[in-house]
């Protein structure tokens, strides 16, 4: 491939200087890591990374190519794509199309050829930051007044730019094959990884897509055994509409919050989110179950975090005694709650993977026994 030069400036003037991978252009988001040796099709096509840039921690991206089968959405809404050795002779018998002309389709821009072990490092200890990725300006002072004039994610509600416009059903010809749907779920699409409506679809449910603005009375009228709060980007503060419709539905029917949807769950419930260091992005989180101190490694992909009560405590709210399930053993943050008087749980993390570990896939598994219970 033809090789151009692109930089890559940090908001604190740090700068790499790389080759293009993609498009040409210039382009602005927080710069976060991904630890993943391998999903980059599905890193790219996950919705919970609009507003961001993503660096690739494994350094060899590109081998086996992209191909129409690991969509994770309709489309890539992350802002850049930041990786140490970009391989451009993909070798995969399910390779279409490679991973350079993917991005070119799609008009996100790239930078190859860094150091994306400094980088990495440098995120870590200093906390995620604004980035800027350009081939066309390569000055690093004009770069870092561009970083200082774009938005950041706190307070900015991205969720209404990935969420499907229209109600739809989830059709799926690899899990839908002698499959009795007995019974009918309703996703709130916050951004939705389409892996969740698979994993709900191969457990023999129905499947109904619906846009994050819709109210929860129209949910009850659709009368789902339950509903899915999906995960999805950004500040879960930033989604008001969201947590109005969670109030409509909690006690009503049985809820699953995953990701956003366990934070925006949570604001509902009285508690507080705040944002972290560097997030967590990758599949090699441990999460240990408090009940049973059952340790799973979990695929996670979240900026935000939940605030709690100390472990072993319960937290009142108006839906009465909310419990910590699960937490991060690496810093101690939620990664679960239950609610004791209704059928509503969450969990931070991703239970259907893709990339990453299928420790948590029991989970979908769990919600459809609180279905048929409550039904």
Not at 316 to 345: M, R
Request: glycine content about 10%.
């Amino acid at each position: 491939m033809d090789k151009k030069r692109a930089i890559l400036v940090l908001a604190d003037g740090t700068s790499f200087t790389g080759y293009s991978l993609g498009a040409a252009g210039e382009k602005a988001g927080e710069v976060v890591f991904n630890t993943s040796m391998m999903g980059y099709q599905e890193i790219l096509t996950d919705p919970s990374y609009k507003g961001q840039m993503v660096v690739m921690t494994y350094p060899l991206i590109g081998n086996y190519g992209i191909n129409e089968k690991d969509y994770e959405s309709r489309s890539l809404f992350l802002e850049g794509f930041i990786v140490k050795e970009y391989s451009p002779f993909p070798s995969n018998w399910r390779s279409q199309i490679s991973l350079d002309e993917f991005l070119k389709n799609k008009k996100t821009v790239g930078i190859q050829g860094i150091d994306t072990r400094e980088l990495t490092r440098r995120l870590r200890d200093y906390g995620a930051q604004q980035g800027i990725i350009s081939t066309e300006d390569f000055d690093v002072f004009s770069l870092t007044k561009k970083i200082k004039s774009a938005p950041g994610l706190v307070g900015i509600d991205l969720v209404k730019s990935v969420t499907c416009n229209n109600l739809y059903e989830w059709k799926d010809s690899d899990s839908d094959a002698g499959k009795s749907k007995r019974l009918k779920v309703v996703v709130y699409d916050c951004g939705v990884k389409y892996n969740i409506l698979r994993k709900l679809n191969s457990a023999g449910c129905s499947v109904t897509v619906v846009p994050a603005q819709t109210q929860s009375q129209t949910i009850l009228n659709m009368k789902p055994d339950g509903v899915v709060l999906s995960n999805g980007p950004g500040d879960p503060a930033a989604v008001p509409y969201m947590i109005e419709n969670i109030k409509g539905l909690l006690g009503k029917k049985p809820v699953f919050g995953i990701c956003l949807g366990h934070q925006l769950m949570a604001l509902t419930l009285g508690l507080k989110t705040y944002k972290l260091k560097f997030g967590h992005h990758g599949g090699n989180q441990p999460v240990m179950d408090l009940h049973t101190k059952k340790v799973e490694i979990t695929a996670q992909n979240h900026s935000f975090a939940v605030t709690a009560p100390q472990e072993g405590t319960m937290q009142k709210s108006p839906y009465g005694n909310v419990e910590i399930t699960h937490v991060n053993l690496n810093d101690k943050s939620v990664e679960g709650l239950k609610c004791h008087s209704i059928p509503a749980f969450s969990v931070q993390y991703h239970p259907e993977a893709s990339p990453g570990p299928h420790d948590a896939s029991y989970l979908f598994e769990r919600f459809i026994e609180m279905m048929k219970y409550q039904s």
